[in-house]
């Protein structure tokens, strides 16, 4: 199972980036698909994720109501779509993906990970 992040990027606080994973149609239907990031000495945390190709997401409380998971069926990918970002939201960004569908918020239970994209947030 291939997943490729791509769309990260400096961006001024109060600003917007679109986060891209990657990955085939199969994955897509068959793997609920989400985020993690990892800041500067901080360990991993769950940010989004989207299960049953979309019909069931989930964000962690620090990104609700600014990031919006969502597939983009043309594309073939799961984008995070995030705005009125924060120096805090500044981290290696990371999708994932869970053949189980479990919907875990623990990194722990993702066996399949992408290379990660750097979002940078300046003040």
């Known amino acids: 199972v291939q997943l490729q992040a791509s769309g990260g990027g400096l961006v001024q606080a109060g600003g917007s980036l679109r986060l891209s994973c990657t990955a085939s149609e199969r994955t897509l239907r068959a793997y609920a698909i989400g985020w993690f990031r990892r800041a500067p000495g901080k360990e991993r945390e769950f940010v989004a994720l989207?299960?049953?190709?979309?019909?069931?997401?989930a964000y962690a409380d620090s990104v609700k109501g600014r990031f919006t998971i969502s597939k983009d069926r043309a594309k073939g990918t799961v984008d995070l779509q995030m705005n009125s970002l924060k120096p805090e939201d500044t981290a290696v960004y990371y999708c994932v993906g869970d053949p189980k569908q479990s919907g875990s918020n623990s990194a722990r239970d993702y066996d399949y990970w992408g290379q990660g994209t750097q979002v940078t947030v300046s003040s």
């Open positions: 989207s299960r049953w190709s979309g019909l069931s997401t």
